[in-house]
Structures are given as C-alpha cells and as structure tokens.
C-alpha cells in the first residue's frame, strides 16, 4: 500500500436521530486503487459513500483527502443524478461549468467523447437508455477531472453486456489517468473482479478488508461449491454482531 | 455566485422548454388582465359625478355678448364627466356607497357672484378618500372643464371692460352687467370743461374758470390710467375658482382593489409554484447531491429559486400592469416604483414556495401542495378584517396586497412602509427557513 494514502477515513459514525447507519469505521485509499464496498441492503455503503463523497457530514469521525490537500473527488450516485430535459451535453456543460472548467463547451466536448455519448449529445438525458444514461451520470463526475470516484452500486440497473462495457470503460478511465475507485456492489463477484481490495460493511460497521483470498481463507469451505464465494460472504455478514 | 447564475441560467432555458408552464405564466395574467379590462370597459369607463346645486334655478348672468346659465356651465362639465344631478343629502349617500366618484356642489348665490364681477364664485368638489387616484383624475378633469370655462368667461369679461372703457373714454350708450346708462365719456367731457372755461372767461369769471381746470387734469390723467387698463383687462383669466377636499372614508371602488387583486392572485400562484416546483425537480432529479458538494450549496440553491421567482413576478407583473394601462383608463401610476415592489413581492412569494417545495419530495407534491396552501392564504389576504389579517400577515400575501393596493389607490404613499418591510422580512425569514428544511429533508 501507498505511504501517504489518497483518501483516510477514521472512527466514521453517522447517526439519523436514534439509528446508528455507520459506527466507528476506518479506511484508506491510495492513488489508483480499486476498493469495492461490499454489504447486504441496508449495511451502511451508501452512507459511507457519501461520507467520502461529502454529500453529508460524519456524527464523529474524519475523512481526509490528499492530507487535507487539494483533491478533485467525482461522485457517481446510484440514480442518475442529472437534469432529465437538458440534453446530454448541456448537463455536461453545465457541471463542468459548475466545476469550474475554464471552458465549459470544451470540457463536455471532451466527456462526450470520452464517455462515447457523442451521437446522443443532442437528445434530452430523460430520453437516453439506461446505460446510456449511467455513461451520462459518470461522465457528469468527471466534469471536475477527479483524482478518485465514487461510485454507488453503478451497475445495479444495468444489463449484463452494459455491465460489461461499463468495466471496460472504468478500466480504460483508471488506466489512462490512474484515477482510483470506491464502488459500492452487492455481488462478490463484481468486488472481486473489479476491486483490488474489498471492504465488507455489516449493520454499520466494518466487518472485513482485504483480498478475496483472505475472505475465502476465514469464511469459506470446502463443501461450498460452486457458489463458495457467495456462501462464505453470508457466513462473513450472518457473523458480524450487531 | 456563478454557480447561481449558472443554475440560474438552466432554469430559464428549461422554462422556455416547457411551452405549456410559459403560456400559463404569462397567458394567465394576461387573462386577469383582460378581465379587468372588460370589467373597466362600461359604464364605469367616465366616471360619474353627482352635481348639487344650490343656487336659484333659472338665473342667467350677462357675459359679453352671451347669457349664461348653471346648465351651461353642467353641459361643459359632461364633456369630461357622467353628471348626476341630486339633491345634497342623495349625493353624500351615493358617495359614501362608492355609486359616485365624487361630488361638485355648485353653492347658492354663484351665478349672482359670478354677475357681480366682484366676487369669485368658487365651486366645491368632494371626492373619495378611498379611491384618491380616481379622485385626482376627476380633479384634473374638472380642472380643465372649469379651465375652458373660464377662458370663454374671460373673453367675454375682457370685451366688456374694454368696451367699457371705449365709452368712459368716448361715451355712449351702454349696457353693463345688466344696467343701462349714458355716458357722456371722457373725451366729450373735456371738451364741455374746456367750452365752459372759455365761456367764463369771455363773461369775465376767469377765476371761476381757473377752478375747473384740476377737473380736465383728472380727465387726462385718467385716460392715461384707462390706456393702461387696457392690458391689464386681457389678463384677467380666472372669474371661477375649484376647491377640492378628500370626504369620509367609504367603499373602496372595484377598480384599484380589483387590480391589486388580479395582481396578487396571478403573481402569488406564479412565484409560489415556480420556485416550489424548481426546488422539488432539483430533488426528483436527484441533482442536488451534486450541486451540495460544494458546486452550489443548498442556501444558495434556495435563494436561486428565489431570485428566478422573484424575476418572473417582475415580468408578469410589468406585462399585467402594461395590459391594463394600455387597454383600461385606470390609472397604474408610479411606474418606478413598481420593478422594485414587484420583485419584492416576487421574492417573498418564491420563498413561501421553496419553503414547500424543499419539504415535498416529488414535483407533482410540491405543486399540490403549494396551490392547495397558497390557494386559500391568498384569498385570506384579500379579506379585511384584523383577525384574518394576522394569519394573512405571516405569510407574504397580506402585505403584498396592502403594497399594491396602497400604489394604485394612495398617492401619498403613506401607508406603504409598513407592508414592504413586513414583506421583505417575510421574504428573509421564508428563505432562511427553506434552506434548513431542505437541509433536513436532503440529508434525511
């Protein structure tokens, strides 16, 4: 791991009134990492998220980015988080302007080539496919030229070959610019796919981080099978007190 | 600020999108408009004016070479008025009702001050204290009438005098303010004076003849002050005066109340639901858990709401009141004042909707519930009545209706501070309180 991390989260609390949504969790991010949040419904990833992102304040707790240094974070939330009668270049001119892109035009011409939205750049965001229109909303998130993104279950509505082109794309995003990824997902396999570290978070709390070999290593068993990952997971939720 | 603007921007260009919520913001207040301006169109186009008279019907007076009487003096006036003749009492009742704009009494014994050439008949006009604006255009209408009156009663006074002092000069026979008399005349008389002087000398009375000469001194004297009266006769231009007083409180008439109506009806509905509908999209579209990321932060998405109602009150409200005074003869008056009232206005009203908007959590919610709340406070605020009136005061349409009413029906403009502070704290107030809840109900 990376001496001085990206992103360091501590001893994170979120309290609604009486419920605790997330208690006492601690991470970190280095530059160009991949980290998936992994939990069940309900766990708390969300509100991590949006923790790191800024969206909301912790009850307790501190998140730093680059040492409290300048640091550009993109955040990509699970519903598209757009304006469904601009058009796909207007919403893009319009956050890049927002993000205090020095010409905004130039920028979402930049994003609409690089999120391949350039034949669908005319058409009003609440007419784009459902894929089309996740391209839009993370292509929305790198209107700031983000360090890191945050991305909250992206893949959740998509179809499987949308899935599949969404890695990629991520792939080529992470490759080209090192940019590092916090994705929140409910399947182990897109965690251990997609991540190079996963962070299981039960009833609020951190309940594992590491590798899928770790997980596997403490939770899994030889009579799983077919579907050991999944199984072991379960053990590694049911397990965690509440 | 830029992130205002910006946000400020998209959501001009999105209204100018929606054909259907453009034409019903401008076209409805046009429609108030019209319907004001229909109602405007009859009867009560001229306004009417009882006239009490009090002098001896019948009397004529001699000017020049016409004989005048009250009807024609009644005549002149229902060129600029509706006259109702009614007896004194009749018209006080009328006017306290609000039948009648205002009252002109014509006092007993004008037509003989007006023969008189001495004394200045003076005609009295009461009009309502509640309806100023229309009384001050009865005022100048009636100031004009009395004004072509009195140049036509001039001239005639004017030819008189000077005819008058052709025959003190020259002598004749003469019929002044109907008196008939012989005058031997100034220049006739000098010379009778300067005859008997040379018939007394001749007879030896010298000093008899001695003492008639101050009498052709006086005579020549006075023509030389009679060559100066000439002049000054022409400028004599006003035989009649008009006083005017405010009469007691009384019905206000529908026109000024009618019109602060249709303006509080048309700009509340267009403020409230324009900024209660911008804040609840900005959440059903979820794009406010960008703009809090420090893009733009939730005060300042509150008060861009604001500010964009408070901008299409102004609009509407500039092209309700340029529909009435181009198609109406009521007078909106004060047409400075107006841009800043009505963005005040504008700005309490779109804060009183972001208010609801940031506590629903769908478009369609928030416009319901903001025409289901708006709705009956604005028809709240029209009501007089103390009691009503403090529920109507802690909401911004009470006061904006007491704004308008008192630039449309006040010329002082009295009573207006009171209504525009109230407006302007409401208008803080309902901001600052629509910020936290949407910060509540954002992070909910």
Same mark, same amino acid.
């Not at chain 1, 784009?128 to 993370?138: A, C, E, I």
């Not at chain 2, 006080?92 to 002109?104: I, M, P, S, Y």
């Not at chain 2, 909106?332 to 309490?348: E, K, Y």
């Given at each position: 791991m990376d001496a001085r991390p990206l992103m360091e989260a501590r001893a994170l609390v979120r309290r609604y009134r009486r419920f605790v949504a997330l208690d006492g969790v601690d991470m970190r991010l280095s530059p160009g990492e991949s980290v998936a949040l992994l939990g069940p419904n309900g766990a708390g990833k969300t509100t991590l998220l949006e923790l790191l992102a800024g969206v909301a304040r912790p009850s307790e707790g501190t998140v730093t980015w680059n040492g409290d240094g300048a640091v550009r974070v993109g955040w990509v939330p699970q519903r598209p988080a757009v304006y469904q009668r601009l058009t796909a270049r207007e919403n893009l001119r319009l956050f890049?302007?927002?993000?205090?892109? #020095?010409?905004?035009?130039? #920028?979402?011409?930049?994003? &609409?080539?690089?999120?391949?939205?350039?034949?669908?750049?005319?058409?009003? !965001?609440?007419?784009?496919?459902?894929?089309?229109?996740?391209?839009?909303?993370?292509?929305?998130?790198?209107?700031?030229? @983000?360090?890191?993104? /945050?991305?909250?279950?992206?893949?959740?509505?998509?179809?499987?070959?949308?899935?599949?082109? /969404?890695?990629e794309w991520l792939g080529d995003l992470r490759a080209a610019d090192e940019l590092a990824l916090v994705f929140s997902t409910q399947s182990v396999q897109e965690a251990a796919r997609h991540g190079d570290r996963m962070v299981v978070i039960a009833r609020g709390r951190c309940a594992f981080a590491g590798g899928m070999p770790e997980l596997m290593d403490r939770w899994g068993s030889r009579q799983d099978g077919a579907d050991a990952d999944e199984r072991a997971f379960l053990r590694l939720v049911e397990g965690t007190p509440a | 600020m830029s992130g205002v603007l910006a946000l400020f921007a998209k959501d001009l260009r999105l209204l100018v999108r929606a054909p259907l919520m453009l034409a019903v913001l401008v076209g409805y207040p046009l429609l108030v408009a019209l319907l004001v301006a229909a109602a405007l169109q009859g009867e009560d186009r001229r306004p009417v004016v009882a006239l009490v008279s009090l002098d001896t019907p019948g009397r004529t007076v001699q000017v020049g070479d016409r004989r005048l009487s009250v009807d024609d003096y009644v005549d002149r006036?229902? *060129?600029?008025?509706?006259?109702?003749?009614?007896?004194?009492? =009749?018209?006080?009742?009328?006017?306290?009702?609000?039948?009648?704009?205002?009252?002109?009494? %014509?006092p007993e014994g004008f037509i003989a001050d007006l023969q008189s050439g001495v004394r200045q008949p003076t005609l009295e006009l009461v009009t309502s204290r509640r309806s100023p604006i229309e009384g001050e255009a009865i005022q100048r209408r009636l100031e004009s009438a009395v004004y072509r009156f009195n140049q036509g009663l001039a001239q005639g006074y004017v030819k008189q005098v000077l005819q008058l002092v052709d025959f003190i000069v020259n002598g004749g026979s003469i019929a002044v303010l109907g008196r008939q008399g012989d005058v031997v005349g100034l220049v006739r008389g000098r010379q009778l004076i300067l005859d008997a002087q040379a018939q007394l000398r001749r007879q030896g009375d010298a000093r008899l003849a001695l003492r008639l000469e101050p009498l052709?001194?006086? %005579?020549? $004297?006075?023509?030389?002050?009679?060559?100066?009266?000439? @002049?000054?006769?022409?400028? %004599?231009?006003?035989?009649?005066?008009?006083?005017?007083?405010?009469?007691? =409180?009384?019905? *206000?008439?529908?026109?000024?109340?009618g019109m602060a109506g249709a303006l509080l009806v048309s700009l509340a509905l !267009?403020?409230?639901?324009?900024?209660?509908?911008?804040?609840?999209?900005?959440?059903?579209?979820?794009?406010?858990?960008?703009?809090?990321?420090?893009?733009?932060?939730? @005060?300042?998405?509150?008060? $861009?709401?604001? &500010?964009?109602s408070a901008l299409a009150?102004?609009?509407?409200?500039?092209?309700? &009141?340029? !529909?009435?005074?181009?198609?109406?003869?009521?007078?909106?008056? =004060?047409?400075?004042?107006? @841009?800043?009232?009505?963005?005040?206005?504008?700005?309490?009203?779109?804060?009183?909707?972001?208010?609801?908007?940031? !506590?629903?959590?769908?478009? =369609?919610?928030?416009?319901?519930a903001a025409l289901m709340l708006s709705l009956p406070l604005v028809f709240v605020g029209l009501i007089p009545g103390d009691r009503i009136g403090v529920v109507a005061d802690v909401v911004p349409f009470g006061p904006a209706f007491d704004v308008f009413r008192a630039l449309l029906a006040d010329p002082t403009l009295g009573s207006v501070r009171g209504p525009l502070v109230l407006l302007g704290v409401l208008a803080a107030a309902l901001t600052a309180l629509a910020a936290v809840v949407l910060r509540r109900r954002a992070t909910a």
């Open positions: 890049a302007g927002l993000e205090g892109a #020095e010409d905004p035009a130039a #920028e979402a011409a930049r994003l &609409l080539e690089r999120a391949d939205l350039e034949a669908v750049a005319g058409r009003p !965001a609440g007419s784009l496919s459902t894929g089309t229109l996740q391209r839009l909303n993370l292509a929305v998130a790198l209107a700031g030229r @983000p360090a890191a993104l /945050l991305l909250d279950e992206p893949t959740a509505t998509l179809s499987p070959d949308q899935r599949l082109r /969404l890695w | 006036l229902r *060129e600029e008025v509706d006259v109702e003749r009614l007896p004194a009492g =009749r018209a006080r009742q009328e006017l306290d009702a609000g039948r009648v704009a205002a009252v002109l009494t %014509i052709v001194t006086f %005579i020549d $004297e006075t023509q030389n002050n009679l060559d100066l009266a000439r @002049p000054a006769a022409t400028a %004599i231009s006003s035989p009649i005066r008009l006083t005017t007083r405010e009469g007691a =409180r009384g019905r *206000e008439p529908l026109s000024a109340f !267009a403020g409230v639901l324009l900024a209660a509908a911008g804040i609840a999209s900005e959440r059903e579209e979820n794009t406010l858990v960008r703009l809090r990321r420090g893009l733009v932060p939730l @005060p300042l998405v509150v008060l $861009e709401k604001v &500010l964009f009150c102004l609009v509407v409200g500039m092209v309700l &009141l340029g !529909a009435v005074a181009g198609l109406t003869d009521l007078a909106v008056g =004060r047409w400075a004042a107006w @841009p800043g009232v009505l963005l005040l206005a504008g700005a309490a009203f779109g804060a009183f909707g972001a208010l609801v908007g940031s !506590a629903a959590r769908e478009t =369609r919610t928030a416009l319901l």
